[in-house]
C-alpha cells in the first residue's frame, strides 16, 4: 500500500468514527428524552396549563409554554425578517461587494452570530429598562430577535451570494431598477433558501432559554397581550427539572419531548419548503 492509499484509508476511518460519533451523540439525546419523557406524556400536557402545585406534582400541562413559545420565536422572526432581508439585499444589490461597508457588516454578523445568548438576555434586559418595560413577551420578542438577527443575516447572505451576478447584471440590462432587481429577481431566486433561512431562525428562536430568562418572565397562564409576561418550554424543562419530585422530572423530560418534536416539524417543513420553491429557480 502506498503512501496516497493509506491517507485515504486514515481519512475515510475518521470520517466513518465521526459519523458514528455525531450519530451516537444523537442516538443518546433522542432516547434519553423519549425515555423519561414519554411515560409521563399525555392529553394533558398538551392541552391544559398549570393548575395550583403543578410543579409541586399537581395537575395541569404545559399549554403555556408551548404558545408563549410559539408567540415569542414567531414574533422574533417576523421583527428580524424585516430587517435582516433588506440589509441581505443591500450587501448584494446596492452595496460593492468588496467594500469595506460590506466586509465590515458580515464581520460584524459572524461576531454577533458567536456570541453567547445570555448576552443578548442581558442586553435586552438593559433595552428593556431603558423603555420602561416589565418582563412581558414584547421585551423577550425585542431579546430573542437580537438573538437570531444575526443568524438570519449570516444565512440569507449565504443563500442571495450564490445568486449569479449575470441574473442581476440582465435585468438591469433590460431597464429594471435596483429595487426590482433586488426584489423580483435576486430575492425570487434566493426565495428558497431565505424561506430555510427563516424557518433555522425560528427554530432557534424557540429552543433557547438564556435570551429569555430576564426579560419574557413566566406565568402559568397564555399571555393575553404583549405586555403579559410569557412562558417558554426551554424555561419550563429548567425550572421543573431542578425539582425533588421525580414526577415532575418526568414532566420536564416531557415538555423537552414537545420541544424537540416542534424542532423536529420545523426542520422537516423547511426541507419540503425548500424543495417545493426551487422547482421554479433558474438552474
Known amino acids: ?3 496516497r492509499s493509506a491517507e485515504e484509508s486514515i481519512f475515510k476511518g475518521l ?5 458514528l460519533a455525531i450519530l451516537a451523540a444523537l442516538a443518546t439525546i433522542v432516547g434519553t428524552v423519549v425515555w423519561k419523557g414519554l411515560p409521563a406524556m399525555n392529553w394533558d400536557m398538551l392541552t391544559k396549563t398549570p393548575s395550583g402545585g ?3 406534582g399537581g395537575s395541569g400541562g404545559v399549554l403555556n409554554a408551548i404558545v408563549g413559545s410559539l408567540y415569542l ?9 424585516c430587517l435582516a432581508l433588506p440589509i ?12 469595506r461597508l460590506v466586509t465590515f457588516t458580515r464581520f460584524s454578523m459572524d461576531v454577533l452570530a458567536g456570541v453567547p445568548s445570555i448576552v443578548f438576555g442581558a442586553v435586552g434586559y438593559v433595552l428593556m429598562v431603558a423603555l420602561g418595560l416589565k418582563a412581558s413577551l414584547l421585551a423577550g420578542i425585542i431579546a430573542v430577535a437580537l438573538l437570531i ?3 438570519m443575516i449570516k444565512a440569507m447572505d449565504e443563500v442571495v451570494r450564490l445568486v449569479p451576478q449575470e441574473m442581476a447584471e440582465a435585468s438591469a440590462a433590460l431597464g429594471a431598477t435596483r429595487l426590482e432587481t433586488a426584489f423580483l429577481v435576486v430575492a425570487r431566486q434566493a426565495l428558497p433558501g431565505l424561506a430555510t433561512a427563516v424557518l433555522i431562525a425560528f427554530g432557534r428562536g424557540v429552543g433557547d432559554a438564556a435570551s429569555v430568562l ?7 397562564n397564555i399571555p393575553d397581550s404583549l405586555m403579559s409576561p410569557a412562558a417558554t418550554l426551554p424555561l419550563a424543562v429548567f425550572f421543573q427539572l431542578g425539582s425533588n419530585l421525580p414526577e415532575v422530572q418526568e ?4 415538555a423537552a419531548l414537545i420541544l424537540m418534536a416542534m424542532i423536529l416539524i420545523v426542520s422537516l417543513v423547511t426541507r419540503e419548503l425548500s424543495r417545493r420553491l426551487s422547482r421554479h429557480n433558474v438552474r
Open 1 to 3: 500500500m502506498n503512501r
Open 15 to 19: 470520517m466513518g468514527l465521526s459519523f
Open 54 to 56: 403543578f410543579y409541586l
Open 73 to 81: 420565536a414567531g414574533g422574533a422572526t417576523v421583527a428580524s425578517s
Open 88 to 99: 441581505v439585499l443591500g450587501l448584494n444589490v446596492y452595496a460593492r461587494r468588496a467594500s
Open 149 to 151: 438577527l444575526p443568524i
Open 214 to 220: 430576564f426579560t419574557a418572565g413566566f406565568t402559568d
Open 251 to 254: 414532566r420536564a423530560y416531557a
